[in-house]
């Protein structure tokens, strides 16, 4: 029998065009850079874990926005993690790596294909119009 785990991920581009990531430090993808996030806790709204999953990953406290997709991804031991992934915006922080983050950084879309990403992070970007750049920010 396959176990769900429910977790969310934050979408968080900055005025310069450049995306949040962090560098897991655990399983799975260890090592792979991502959109900070994590497990929901018992009793805790997605809303509430992506902002706490931020804050613990990255020091940045973010206004949580539209989901923006859900995913399942498959673990070891008949584990599938439920991921919901919401845009949200930084209202303030000062960015560090913390908690289950082995780094933390802004990355342009340039550097996004320089860098170990977890599976299918551009292409969900790119699927769901999330992908940013200098270009698409002036049209919009």
């Given at each position: 029998?396959?176990?769900?785990?429910?977790?969310?991920?934050?979408i968080?581009w900055?005025?310069?065009?450049?995306?949040?990531?962090?560098?897991?430090r655990?399983?799975?993808?260890?090592?792979?850079?991502?959109?900070?996030?994590?497990?929901?806790?018992?009793?805790?709204?997605?809303?509430?874990?992506?902002?706490?999953e931020?804050?613990?990953?990255?020091g940045?406290?973010?206004?949580?926005?539209?989901?923006?997709?859900v995913?399942?991804?498959?673990a070891?031991?008949?584990?599938?993690?439920?991921?919901?992934?919401?845009?949200?915006?930084v209202r303030?922080g000062?960015?560090r790596?913390?908690?289950?983050?082995?780094?933390?950084?802004?990355?342009?879309?340039?550097?996004?294909?320089?860098?170990?990403?977890?599976?299918?992070l551009?292409?969900?970007?790119?699927?769901?119009?999330?992908?940013?750049?200098?270009?698409?920010?002036?049209?919009?």
């Amino acid at each position: 029998m396959t176990r769900r785990i429910v977790g969310v991920g934050a979408i968080v581009w900055d005025a310069d065009d450049r995306l949040l990531l962090v560098q897991r430090r655990h399983p799975p993808q260890a090592g792979r850079w991502t959109v900070p996030g994590g497990k929901l806790e018992p009793g805790e709204t997605l809303s509430a874990a992506v902002t706490r999953e931020v804050a613990e990953e990255t020091g940045l406290r973010v206004d949580v926005g539209e989901k923006a997709w859900v995913v399942d991804i498959p673990a070891d031991d008949d584990v599938v993690f439920e991921v919901h992934d919401f845009v949200a915006e930084v209202r303030a922080g000062t960015l560090r790596a913390g908690d289950d983050a082995a780094d933390a950084r802004w990355v342009s879309v340039a550097e996004l294909g320089e860098l170990p990403l977890t599976a299918g992070l551009i292409e969900h970007l790119e699927r769901h119009g999330l992908m940013r750049t200098a270009a698409t920010e002036r049209t919009t």
